[in-house]
């Protein structure tokens, strides 16, 4: 399907690809909130030694969105 195809919801594919991929990152960022919360909790042995795989995914998620993989400019909501 091409991106620019208008879905039933009025958008095109490219928009709601935009807009899952970082409704995605706010709920991921939410969750590495509570984590961190959690994490302070912990004995020092048994917190992560490596950053967290929310932090990772955090730190990934721009460089991985619609607009970083050449798919033109998205329309900000």
Not at 32 to 41: A, H, K, T
Not at 59 to 69: D, I
Request: net charge positive.
């Amino acid at each position: 399907m091409p991106y620019g195809h208008v879905l039933r919801s009025g958008t095109t594919v490219i928009q709601h690809i935009y807009d899952t991929h970082f409704a995605g990152v706010t709920e991921v960022a939410a969750m590495r909130r509570r984590w961190q919360r959690l994490v302070g909790l912990l004995d020092r042995a048994g917190r992560p030694r490596s950053p967290h795989p929310l932090t990772v995914a955090l730190t990934a998620a721009p460089r991985t969105g619609p607009v970083a993989a050449g798919h033109g400019p998205p329309v900000p909501r």
